[in-house]
Structure formats: C-alpha cells, structure tokens
C-alpha cells in the first residue's frame, strides 16, 4: 500500500518497485502536494519507483499549509501547489528551485449523484447545505472570487481544511452540494454529480511544481518533475480532469 501523510505524518510503506537504489542511495521521495493532485500522482508514483527502486511518499493537503511548513523548514524532496501564492511562498523563503506550471483546473459544483437537492446553478445554493474551502487555502479563495463575480451571498454551512475534505461532505450526503475542482468530481464521479460553473473555465488554477532545498537528493526530486511535466504524465493529468497550462 503506498504512503498517503497528512501534514507532517509519514506512515510506512514497503517498497513498490523492484530496480535498484538510487547511485545517491536514496530510498525514498518525499513529495508535499495539494490534496486535488492525489488520484494523479498516486497513479505517476509506481512507474518511478520501480524506474528509480525508490518508495514515494506522499504529503497531501493545503497548498498553503505545505508551502508555509517548507518555508520553515520541513523535510521534503517535491513541492505541488495549486496555486501561485503558495508557491511564492515557499520561493520567497529561498526553498524552492526550478519552479514550473504544469497543470491547470477550474472549479465546479459538485451533488450527490441523483441532485436530490435540484442544485442547478450558484443561484440554488441559496436555500442549500452546501460546503466550500476555508478562505485561506487555494480553493477557497477561488470560490470566494466566483461567487462573489457572480453575486453569491448564500453562506456555507461550514468551511473545510482542503478540496478532499470538502468533496467527502458531499459524497458522505452531509451536504446538497460543494465548490471543489473538476478533477475531484472525476474523481468520485459515481458518487457525485458535476454541475459546471458558467465562465469558470475563463479563469483556471495553475498547479506549480518545484524542487525543494531541503531535499537529500535533488536529483531525484528533479527526475519526479521531469516525469509529472512529461508527456505520459500530462497524459495521466488529463485523464484525471486537469488542464494543460
């Protein structure tokens, strides 16, 4: 089973590929991403090991709490965000090297599958148990701007750590319907529903990725962004819903 960690919690995994060790003699690939990238690079991380003979470990969670914990310090190899703020954090912190975009999203309205609760549009949400991103973190801040772009006042029921968090009130049917990103509404598309945004897709989320200063092997960390910015890794990005920048 592969390591999924919380900020700053790393749980054990046993190595999934057969090659031989990295010539640095690394055996592991910390990569800090934000919890929208998780299907993707849960789906990118076997081929690399078993390439690289390395165990990837994950980090998922708010861009914005994992770019602040790397800016501090933190132990890491790879920093995904999706957005820039976040990743200019960690750039200005002197941490983060060889920055790229490599992909891109946009957000959605997302019901339980069936829309019991007839979410049409942001209109209906007036009315609704809905649920978004706390404004802190990057989704939360773009669905601030669109709904209030489009005149929105409906106020939440509650406001979630990240994108994952908010998409699990939905599929758990604790709330009509969620703000999150067209990739998380791939992602649990039989459970949910996506209602599209009009003009949201004017407006898409860059996902940056960088090496990290902090990293024991920065050639490895830079051979894990080589492979993401690939054209097989574009690929597995576009199956997940993601955009090209």
């Given at each position: 089973?592969?390591?999924?960690?919380?900020?700053?919690?790393?749980?054990?995994?046993?190595?999934?590929?057969?090659?031989?060790?990295?010539?640095?003699?690394?055996?592991?690939?910390?990569?800090?991403?934000?919890?929208?990238?998780?299907?993707?690079?849960?789906?990118?991380?076997p081929p690399f090991e078993e390439e690289h003979g390395v165990d990837v470990t994950f980090s998922l969670g708010s861009s914005t709490d994992l770019a602040a914990s790397v800016a501090d310090g933190a132990p890491g190899d790879v920093l995904a965000t999706a957005d820039e703020a976040s990743?200019?954090?960690?750039?200005?912190?002197?941490?983060?090297?060889?920055?790229?975009?490599?992909?891109?999203?946009?957000?959605?309205?997302?019901?339980?599958?069936?829309?019991?609760?007839?979410?049409?549009?942001?209109?209906?949400?007036?009315?609704?148990?809905?649920?978004?991103?706390?404004?802190?973190?990057?989704?939360?801040?773009?669905?601030?701007?669109?709904?209030?772009?489009?005149?929105?006042?409906?106020?939440?029921?509650?406001?979630?750590?990240?994108?994952?968090?908010?998409?699990?009130?939905?599929?758990?049917?604790?709330?009509?319907?969620?703000?999150?990103?067209?990739?998380?509404?791939?992602?649990?598309?039989?459970?949910?529903?996506?209602?599209?945004?009009?003009?949201?897709?004017?407006?898409?989320?860059?996902?940056?990725?960088?090496?990290?200063?902090?990293?024991?092997?920065?050639?490895?960390?830079?051979?894990?962004?080589?492979?993401?910015?690939?054209?097989?890794?574009?690929?597995?990005?576009?199956?997940?819903?993601?955009?090209?920048?």
């Open positions: 089973m592969r390591r999924l960690a919380a900020l700053a919690l790393l749980l054990p995994l046993a190595a999934c590929g057969g090659g031989t060790s990295d010539e640095s003699g690394s055996d592991e690939l910390t990569v800090l991403a934000a919890a929208s990238l998780t299907d993707a690079f849960e789906e990118l991380a990743m200019a954090l960690a750039e200005e912190a002197g941490v983060a090297s060889d920055v790229e975009t490599f992909a891109t999203n946009v957000l959605t309205i997302v019901v339980p599958t069936g829309n019991p609760a007839g979410i049409e549009s942001l209109d209906d949400l007036a009315g609704a148990t809905w649920v978004r991103c706390a404004d802190e973190v990057p989704c939360g801040k773009v669905a601030a701007a669109v709904l209030d772009a489009n005149g929105v006042t409906a106020e939440p029921v509650s406001l979630e750590e990240d994108v994952r968090a908010t998409l699990d009130k939905v599929v758990s049917g604790e709330a009509d319907a969620g703000l999150v990103y067209a990739t998380d509404a791939v992602s649990a598309a039989g459970d949910v529903e996506a209602v599209a945004i009009p003009g949201a897709e004017d407006e898409p989320t860059s996902y940056l990725v960088a090496t990290l200063e902090q990293s024991e092997d920065p050639d490895l960390a830079a051979d894990w962004v080589a492979w993401v910015t690939s054209q097989e890794g574009r690929a597995v990005l576009a199956d997940a819903g993601f955009g090209v920048p």
